[in-house]
């Protein structure tokens, strides 16, 4: 059984940093992409940053040249780094691990950690 594992979230003020490490136990195989969500009250869950298994990575604009998503693949685990944090990023961040061949494929959430920025 696969569990995803978030942590490193809280309370931090405005211009502060936190970061959040999701590690991942189990069997995982043919892994594609690790990603971090998040969703904030009344809103939809959106797309923060991933990473491929290649190393490639992506980023919601308005997260861009704050965040940055790393990975440790002998740890099986993800890493998001977040500065100058902002009231805005307020929200639960959930990791996301995808992957997978042909028709075996998976797709793994974590529980999510709250992130509370105050201004």
């Known amino acids: 059984q696969v569990q995803l594992v978030e942590s490193g979230g809280g309370l931090v003020q405005a211009g502060g940093s936190l970061r959040l490490s999701c590690a991942a136990s189990?069997?995982?195989?043919?892994?594609?992409?690790m990603g971090w969500h998040r969703q904030a009250p009344g809103k939809q869950r959106e797309l923060v940053a991933r990473?491929?298994?290649?190393?490639?990575?992506n980023y919601a604009d308005s997260v861009k040249g704050r965040f940055t998503i790393s990975r440790d693949m002998a740890k099986n685990t993800v890493y998001l780094q977040m500065d100058s944090l902002k009231s805005e990023d307020t929200a639960v961040y959930y990791c996301?691990?995808?992957?997978?061949?042909?028709?075996?494929?998976?797709?793994?959430w974590g529980q999510g950690t709250q992130v509370t920025v105050s201004s």
């Open positions: 996301n691990w995808v992957g997978g061949t042909g028709a075996l494929y998976w797709d793994y």
């Open positions: 990473i491929t298994s290649g190393e490639s990575t």
């Open positions: 189990g069997s995982l195989f043919a892994i594609k992409t």
